[in-house]
């Protein structure tokens, strides 16, 4: 008798991001639509580039996700570490309540750990000043690199569990 084989990490990796990245790309493309559409927000930059920079931003969170998911034993801290290593960062962050240029010291290093610092510097650029991937490559980069990087770090830390 033959059993099916067992999909190896990255194969396993990669299927638990898929649907996390679909789904999120769907939101992002919803939300752009409202801010344009329904709320009349000027959208001045190129929908390409500001697609690759969603993708690259959704791919980079998710991946993030990814790794919490892996360190931690329940889905309840899975949430709680989540939720303090986006959201409150994110906004606290980020460049949206303050400018990144005036962030100085602990902050501005905590700023440029995570990835929504260096989307929402091409989300504004996008929306207002119809900035293009010239100007901003590095944001661009910075988001490739940190999904990469994390992703491999939770490839390197994946581990099967077993039921106990």
């Known amino acids: 008798m033959s059993t099916a084989p067992r999909p190896r990490r990255p194969v396993f990796l990669v299927g638990k991001l898929v649907p996390a990245v679909t789904v999120s790309m769907a939101d992002a493309v919803l939300l752009w639509l409202i ?10 930059g190129s929908a390409c580039q500001f697609a690759l920079a969603t993708g690259l931003y959704v791919l980079a969170t998710s991946t993030l996700g990814l790794l919490v998911s892996i360190v931690t034993r329940t889905q309840q801290a899975a949430i709680m570490i989540a939720t303090m290593t986006t959201f409150v960062v994110a906004f606290n962050f980020a460049g949206m309540f303050t400018p990144l240029e005036s962030m100085t010291g602990v902050g501005a290093v905590i700023a440029r750990l995570f990835p929504a610092s260096y989307y929402d510097t091409i989300v504004m650029g996008a929306f207002l000043k119809a900035i293009g991937i010239e100007t901003v490559w590095r944001e661009y980069l910075a988001l490739a690199l940190y999904g990469l990087v994390v992703l491999g770090i939770a490839h390197a830390l994946f581990r099967k569990r077993t039921r106990s």
Not at 35 to 44: E, I, L
């Open 35 to 44: 801010a344009r559409f329904y709320f009349g927000a000027p959208f001045h």
